[in-house]
């Protein structure tokens, strides 16, 4: 199975969200089916067959979720984050003030939704392909 190390070193290539997808396809390699992303630490769950399941230690420093969504605030930080306009912590941090608590990637329907903290589905994009 996979190891953190190795979701490591693939997103290590991730500069903007212009390379998600590319991130994506390394993972599928490795073998993750699933993953949740975590905008309060940045830790991220990552699963795959048989059960299998390891966790990333948190990424930085606490961020408050904002109690209510700003789902139109969000869609403009997410277009500029996947235009390379900003970085992953920019991101995090904007994900946060919109009141975005997480993300899910299925890598079976190559789909990424982004959640607030109520556990509403905020946006669900297609990853290219």
Same mark, same amino acid.
């Given at each position: 199975?996979?190891?953190?190390?190795?979701?490591?070193?693939? %997103?290590?290539?991730?500069?903007? $969200?212009?390379?998600?997808?590319?991130? @994506?396809?390394?993972?599928?390699?490795?073998? @993750?089916?699933?993953?949740?992303?975590?905008?309060?630490? $940045? %830790?991220?769950?990552?699963?795959?067959?048989?059960?299998?399941?390891?966790?990333? *230690?948190?990424?930085?420093?606490?961020?408050?979720?904002? *109690?209510?969504?700003?789902?139109?605030?969000?869609?403009?930080?997410?277009?500029? %984050?996947?235009?390379?306009?900003?970085?992953?912590?920019?991101?995090?941090?904007?994900?946060?003030?919109?009141?975005?608590?997480?993300?899910?990637?299925?890598?079976?329907?190559?789909?990424? +939704?982004?959640?607030?903290?109520?556990?509403? *589905?905020?946006?669900? *994009? +297609?990853?290219?392909?």
């Amino acid at each position: 199975m996979f190891t953190i190390e190795q979701i490591k070193a693939a %997103h290590s290539k991730v500069k903007s $969200g212009a390379d998600f997808p590319n991130y @994506v396809q390394d993972l599928i390699q490795l073998g @993750v089916t699933f993953y949740e992303t975590y905008v309060s630490d $940045g %830790h991220t769950d990552y699963l795959g067959t048989d059960d299998y399941k390891t966790s990333s *230690e948190s990424k930085y420093s606490r961020l408050i979720i904002a *109690e209510q969504a700003d789902a139109e605030q969000f869609r403009l930080n997410l277009k500029a %984050h996947q235009q390379g306009k900003t970085d992953y912590a920019t991101f995090c941090i904007d994900c946060a003030k919109s009141g975005v608590e997480k993300w899910a990637v299925r890598m079976d329907m190559m789909t990424c +939704a982004y959640y607030d903290k109520a556990g509403n *589905e905020l946006l669900v *994009e +297609a990853i290219p392909q």
